[in-house]
């Protein structure tokens, strides 16, 4: 990985073929039922356009989003696969769906007439689909308004009611008990929509814990975030053949030597009690490496572990590096990912900072620049000034 990173100060590394992988074995879960890759918060840290397109190459055949802008950017990078905008659709942004040809989700009769409206102007057919809320309780429609709202979306003739879906609040639990219960109430709504003589043809309820875990949450299509990324929905609930793709990295641009005494960062928290030998590293809270790692997350350097000290700063953090003598300017720290035999895992960063994979990852901020390789062999990359394509193949870094 030296030449791929060679003049840069920090960067998260996706290995693509990995995704591929895990979208491969989560088709193969769900029997090949239709694939949602959810891609939504910049693919969870990994850059939206690469992963999706990784995920499309391995057989997903749609996406997911949750903002109307998450889709817009996708469609300007000129990703073609119909988009599933998940989140709550101002009418406003009405009109920008239907031009990009995304697919949004429908919990109102304001939204669908606002849909409709931008659909008559485009003059096309607009595909919708409906939320219910079974029991996670946040959005979507109460199960009892369904057929209601679905036959007034049926009567609005350029819409199209593709899709109903519902989410689950414990698809990742050991116990499946509640997630039944939610399934059992999505199973009620289809009967309603069933017995008021409106077909869905795609029926959706399971994210990636529920695609691994819950064959009957499956029905006609899943949507999988976190596994796709290689990560584990939760402790109870996994699969030991994800691979795991991101990777965060930075260089170590200063060695230098505290004296006993002598203090490192905001607030002197780090006052070396031995001669000490620090890394700088160019890595910080504004990329989403946590200040709460301060004085207790670590990093890999030369395959070995050394801890952070002092504050992490916004850009900076610094390695205490006394027991590894052989760490030399520009060598590579590993906050998150394999260096070498070791291995600092997002689930290890999570218990450390109190939360889940989900966030650490999502938590790293687009100013780093995403390295995308397949094995050993860089293939693109995305830098913040690149803009909405952001997505670059065979150049020279
Ligand atoms: C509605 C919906 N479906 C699917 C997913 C994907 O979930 P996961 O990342 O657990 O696979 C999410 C993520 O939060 C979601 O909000």
């Known amino acids: ?19 591929e992988h895990n979208v491969r074995l989560l088709r193969r879960r769900a029997s090949d039922r239709l694939f949602f890759a959810v891609v939504k918060a910049d693919g969870y840290g990994h850059g939206a356009v690469a992963v999706a397109r990784a995920a499309l190459a391995a057989g997903a055949e749609r996406l997911a989003v949750y903002t109307c802008d998450e889709g817009v950017l996708l469609r300007r990078a000129g990703v073609q696969a119909p988009i599933l905008v998940m989140g709550y659709l101002q009418p406003s942004e009405a009109r920008a769906l239907v031009q990009h040809d995304l697919t949004a989700t429908v919990v109102s009769v304001q939204q669908a007439l606002a849909l409709s409206a931008a659909a008559q102007e485009a003059g096309r057919r607009v595909p919708v689909h409906l939320k219910t809320d079974t029991g996670m309780g946040r959005a979507g429609v109460e199960p009892g308004a369904v057929a209601a709202l679905a036959q007034r979306i049926a009567a609005l003739t350029p819409l199209d009611l593709e899709g109903i879906y519902t989410h689950l609040a414990t698809a990742d639990d050991a116990d499946h008990s509640y ?10 709504v289809l009967d309603e929509l069933g017995r008021a003589g409106l077909g869905v043809r795609l029926r959706h309820a399971a994210n990636s814990a529920a695609t691994l875990a819950l064959a009957e949450a499956h029905f006609d299509a899943v949507r999988c975030g976190i596994a796709m990324y290689g990560l584990q929905p939760s402790n109870a609930c996994g699969d030991a053949a994800l691979r795991p793709a991101l990777s965060l990295r930075a260089a170590v641009v200063r060695l230098f030597a505290l004296q006993p005494g002598q203090s490192a960062g905001y607030g002197r928290t780090f006052v070396a009690q031995r001669p000490t030998r620090l890394a700088l590293a160019t890595v910080g809270y504004g990329d989403g490496l946590s200040r709460a790692l301060s004085n207790r997350g670590q990093a890999l350097v030369r395959g070995r572990r050394v801890p952070i000290v002092g504050r992490v700063s916004m850009d900076q953090c610094a390695l205490d590096v006394t027991d590894a003598p052989e760490v030399t300017l520009g060598d590579e720290a ?10 600092i895992s997002a689930d290890e960063v999570a218990t450390l900072l109190g939360t889940i994979n989900y966030e650490v990852v999502t938590a790293l901020a687009p100013r780093l620049l995403r390295l995308y390789f397949r094995g050993d062999r860089l293939v693109g990359w995305r830098r913040l000034h690149d803009g909405a394509p952001c997505w670059s193949i065979g150049e020279t870094v």
């Open 334 to 343: 590993v906050f998150i990912g394999q260096q070498g035999e070791a291995e």
């Open 1 to 19: 990985m030296t030449e791929a990173w060679r003049g840069r100060s920090a960067w998260v590394a996706v290995d693509l073929d990995a995704v």
């Open 179 to 188: 997630a039944r219960q939610q399934m059992a109430t999505f199973r009620w």
